[in-house]
């Protein structure tokens, strides 16, 4: 059997068993229109493949397990909020996805919204296409070639080996590695265009599986991928340091706690990084030890002040 139509039967099975465990009854005829199989490859599914069952047959032409067996159902704690933390979340990666996880988890206990989490995903509309395309070099270890847009209106061919898809503030990029220069750089989903997907393979280089983790899972969580890293420390009172000692981010460390104020390390690839975070909550934020970032910081809330004169 090719892998395809393997992996269809397995997806049916799955389901079907899913439904008779829930002590739903099933029907040949709905289930031959849903998975767009013949009647004859749903009975065969029921009496040969899942042949171990006590599948009865009710007196209106659909089957149920016996009630004397059931297969364990009943979700732990645990396991009912993943799922429901999952189908609160999936859609906001694409409005379809809401009915494709409905679909997957048939069944359980999820008809309650019990939580309410709002990351702020784009929109993929009119780029899931690319999104699969994507996901697809990931699984096969294949490289990538497109024609990409950078911030700065630049446009060029690329090929790269993909890593990782990531999310960052919202915002869908690709991270790969740079066939030119083997280097680890983030591609702004939406401005990757022709991507194609080549027949070469490649192998993981070790070297950038580690940088992925010692950049990006330990301390960072932006876009800006640079080996260079640099520390900050920063005072803050009133609500950002309210705010900031409930959940520091992964790039800030509370160095020193104090009933007015915290001090903070932070680390940071660019100073835009740091510009920003600090204009967002002025003025409870002051940048400590860094003179050249201050002087920043001032030229452009003047200019900001001398544009709103």
Request: glycine residues 4%.
């Amino acid at each position: 059997m090719a892998r395809h139509s393997y992996d269809k039967a397995m997806y049916r099975l799955t389901t079907i068993l899913t439904m008779l465990g829930n002590g739903e009854r099933v029907r040949p005829p709905e289930l031959a229109q849903e998975f767009g199989v013949t009647v004859r490859t749903i009975q065969k599914d029921l009496f040969e493949r899942l042949a171990q069952l006590p599948i009865e047959r009710q007196e209106d032409g659909s089957y149920l397990l016996t009630t004397q067996y059931r297969l364990a159902t009943g979700p732990r704690t645990d396991e009912t909020i993943v799922l429901e933390l999952l189908a609160s979340l999936v859609g906001q990666v694409h409005p379809d996805y809401r009915n494709t996880i409905k679909r997957i988890l048939r069944g359980q206990p999820l008809a309650r919204q019990n939580f309410h989490i709002e990351l702020g995903f784009e929109d993929l509309e009119g780029h899931l296409d690319t999104f699969y395309l994507l996901k697809k070099a990931l699984d096969y270890r294949q490289s990538l070639q497109f024609r990409y847009t950078t911030k700065h209106g630049k446009t060029g061919d690329y090929r790269a080996d993909p890593y990782r898809l990531a999310n960052f503030d919202g915002f869908w990029y690709l991270m790969a590695r740079d066939c030119a220069d083997s280097k680890l750089k983030t591609y702004y989903l939406k401005s990757m265009e022709n991507v194609r997907v080549s027949q070469s393979t490649y192998s993981i280089d070790q070297a950038t599986e580690k940088a992925i983790q010692d950049i990006y899972g330990t301390t960072l969580s932006n876009v800006w991928f640079r080996t260079d890293r640099y520390h900050v420390t920063l005072k803050a009172k009133g609500d950002a340091m309210r705010y900031i000692s409930r959940n520091p981010a992964k790039n800030m460390e509370i160095l020193e706690e104090h009933s007015s104020h915290l001090l903070l390390r932070m680390t940071y690839h660019r100073d835009l990084e740091v510009l920003s975070f600090v204009k967002r909550w002025i003025p409870d934020i002051t940048i400590e030890d860094n003179p050249q970032l201050e002087q920043k910081l001032f030229c452009q809330v003047e200019t900001y002040l001398e544009g709103r004169a």
